[in-house]
């Protein structure tokens, strides 16, 4: 799906500084299938060295708070490390996105 043809572009890292994606200030006017900027992970430097604004689509938005899509994947990983029967709770990949990602793109 590409949305970029009906997508409008916020950039709420410099309007709010927010803490985490999901709040925002009620002041920033952002709409279902627009497109902001926040946070920077690399995505075209293959070194890892350079760090590129990472694009998201609002999915939802419901008052100070909006779901969001990264428009381009990131990355890929396994669910988990070792394949076995695991939940979500205990996978390898809910630690690589709560820990590591958001330590290395989401923090400001």
Known sequence: MNCRAYAKTYDLSQTARCKLVSEYSENT??????????GSYSQSDVSGNIKDPIEWIVLDK??????LL??????YKWYNDEFKNITWESC??????NVTFYNTALQQ
């Open 29 to 38: 006017k952002v709409d279902q299938m627009d497109t902001i900027t926040f």
């Open 70 to 75: 990264s428009k381009y994947i990131l990355d």
């Open 92 to 97: 390898t990949l809910r630690d690589r996105l």
């Open 62 to 67: 419901q008052g100070n708070k909006a779901l």
